[in-house]
């Protein structure tokens, strides 16, 4: 009877020590926790600061659809594009080279 008591305390205490191996080194360890909740917060950010970008090509689409004045905008802006009959004119900015 005492043997089997002993045996039993043995296997609870070796279960222990695997668990608390298992808590403290093993794959789900708490350093490992922080590390994903860490790279979790990190993917937050950059999927609000995508969202955020989505959200302005989102209002830029919906204008283009909905007003020509837009496009030509655009057009004119981003793609340097005029009318035939204007003429086109570029600024270039100066380096400084007193530093």
Same mark, same amino acid.
Do not use: C
């Given at each position: 009877?005492?043997?089997?008591?002993?045996?039993?305390?043995?296997? !609870?205490? @070796?279960?222990?020590?695997? &668990?608390?191996?298992? $808590?403290?080194?093993?794959?789900? %360890?708490?350093? *490992?926790? =922080?590390?994903?909740?860490?790279?979790?917060?990190?993917?937050?950010?950059?999927?609000?600061? !995508?969202? @955020?970008?989505?959200?302005? &090509?989102?209002?830029? $689409?919906?204008?283009?659809?909905? %007003?020509?004045? *837009?496009? =030509?905008?655009?057009?004119?802006?981003?793609?340097?594009?005029?009318?035939?009959?204007?003429?086109?004119?570029?600024?270039?900015?100066?380096?400084?080279?007193?530093?």
């Amino acid at each position: 009877m005492i043997r089997a008591i002993n045996l039993i305390i043995a296997l !609870l205490i @070796s279960i222990s020590f695997g &668990l608390g191996y298992s $808590i403290f080194f093993g794959d789900n %360890s708490y350093t *490992h926790k =922080e590390s994903l909740v860490s790279n979790n917060n990190i993917q937050h950010i950059k999927n609000n600061q !995508l969202k @955020s970008k989505n959200d302005i &090509l989102i209002f830029e $689409i919906q204008s283009a659809q909905s %007003s020509d004045e *837009h496009v =030509e905008n655009f057009a004119r802006e981003r793609l340097g594009l005029s009318y035939p009959d204007e003429e086109f004119i570029i600024f270039e900015k100066k380096k400084d080279d007193e530093n």
